[in-house]
């Protein structure tokens, strides 16, 4: 740790993947736009710029265009049979390449891929952002928590029409602004900041399936791909806490409680609630959080907590079935828990959680 400013404690912030790491960009990789070998059971991204030019070199397209409207939906065959091209062809239009896992299968469909945040170079990153916003969830929880109340209901607001948790009542305490007590400048969260981390090279990114997990532990799977960072690979960020406005309130300790204590509530309030799937990968309980895409409701909800047990689950069971009319979250009291089902994906043999990352704050 180093102290660049008086008030100023800047550390390392080290994430470690313990299971599939998604942070989507809102971008999908149609499954007619990339290149699946099964051979070495990879997936190779085209720049379309170059890609195009070697449709054109090589005369290909209105063979490419026929393809493209047609029912067939593998390129690999397409390039390799019917237009009698090798690797060496195109390997001067492939923009980056990744380990496919589990998630394709060449004797069946292929899907469409979610693309993971990248930079304006094209390399993967961890925004600070979303990990801000996962600390911003575990301090609100602690704060509920300390306050020790279970509350009746919501607070109603027009936009949302279930309510929402006065989060301005726990957060928003400077009183920088007296007569606005909502205006995120009072907001202690101004007084953390996390950097964007560095690059991850594309040999540690590998796609993730879903699957959907009931509470007797009975597995689905569903049509979905994930570009995802594998387990066992260290993040680097910064993480400055400004004490001139912390006051002490929040410090690399109290974080880090804060994290434990919001992972046993996810243990205890959640995970309890369903058997384990055959397979299951054996996971950290301790000093991790989720993050990202996929790790669920519950890795970024606090209705439980806010309302307590019996009332989290009667109103989230009413979100839930309000948002997603024909998932039958109308049964989830009865089932004890909601959401119902619990998020997986498929690596290396063994079924994981997505999202879990181990932390050092050093």
Known sequence: MSSPAGFLQVFDLVLTTQTPLFIGDGKTILKKSYLYDKRTNRVSIFDEEKFFSLLLEKDLVDPFESFMLGRFDNLFTFLTQDCHLTESDWKSAVRYTFDAGAALDAHHTLSDIHAFIRDAAGCVYVPGSSV????????????????????????????????????????????????????TVNSIMRGIQVSDSMTVSDGSMVLADKWDCQ????????????????????????????????????????????????????????????????????????????????????????????????????????????????????????????????????????????????????
Not at 231 to 249: E, H, N
Request: net charge positive; charged share 25%; hydrophobic share 30%.
């Open 132 to 183: 801000k916003g996962a600390l911003r969830t575990i301090l609100l929880h602690q704060m509920i928590c300390e306050e020790g109340v279970e509350h009746t209901q919501l607070e109603p607001d027009r936009r949302i029409r279930c309510g929402i948790i006065p989060e301005g009542k726990y957060l928003h305490t400077l009183k920088l602004k007296q007569n606005r007590q909502d205006d």
């Open 215 to 362: 509470t007797n532990g009975d597995l689905k799977k569903v049509p979905v791909c994930r570009e995802s960072i594998r387990p066992g690979t260290p993040i680097y960020l910064k993480l400055t806490l400004d004490q001139s406005i912390l006051q002490g309130r929040i410090t690399q300790q109290s974080l880090m409680q804060a994290i434990d204590d919001f992972n046993r509530y996810y243990q205890e309030t959640y995970l309890r609630q369903f058997s384990e799937p055959r397979n299951t990968a054996d996971t950290p309980s301790q000093n991790c959080l989720f993050l990202g895409g996929g790790s669920g409701f519950f890795a970024k909800s606090l209705v439980y907590p806010y309302l307590g047990k019996k009332r989290g689950l009667k109103k989230t069971a009413e979100i839930m079935q309000s948002n997603f009319k024909f998932h039958h979250h109308d049964r989830d009291e009865a089932l004890g828990i909601s959401p119902h089902t619990l998020k997986y994906t498929k690596y290396q043999g063994k079924y994981y959680l997505m999202g879990l990352c181990g932390v050092e704050i050093r």
